[in-house]
């Protein structure tokens, strides 16, 4: 199964992270969108935008009128959303112009830890 894990974590682990891969030889990582603070991964990541890419999830590409006739919304609303996921990396954008989001699951890892 192609996953996509959603993580909480610092441009600076993020970096020792790939560095360590690299050094180590580890060519097959797991797919990794980080975000540097879970108020920032709730903020791109709504209840819609959950929903949209529920939808998406393993359907191929796909155009925004289909994103929103799949999710059941309105198309303008459905391109808002599409544009912030795009613009935080979730969603790729394919060369006729139609949007993917090519994985089958995610998963969703962060630590919650007292002040």
């Not at 030889?25 to 879970?38: D, K, N, V």
């Not at 359907?59 to 303008?76: L, N, Q, W």
């Amino acid at each position: 199964m192609n996953t996509v894990i959603l993580d909480v974590q610092s441009l600076d682990e993020t970096l020792n992270e790939s560095a360590f891969a690299m050094k180590t030889g580890l060519a097959e990582q797991e797919a990794r969108i980080s975000f540097a603070t879970p108020e920032l991964l709730w903020q791109v990541l709504t209840a819609k935008r959950w929903a949209l890419l529920k939808t998406m999830c393993g359907a191929g590409p796909m155009s925004i009128r289909e994103a929103a006739r799949r999710t059941h919304r309105d198309v303008k609303a459905v391109h808002g959303d599409v544009t912030a996921l795009l613009n935080a990396g979730i969603l790729t954008r394919r060369a006729n112009g139609q949007i993917e989001f090519p994985f089958d699951a995610v998963k969703v890892e962060f630590v919650l830890q007292a002040a």
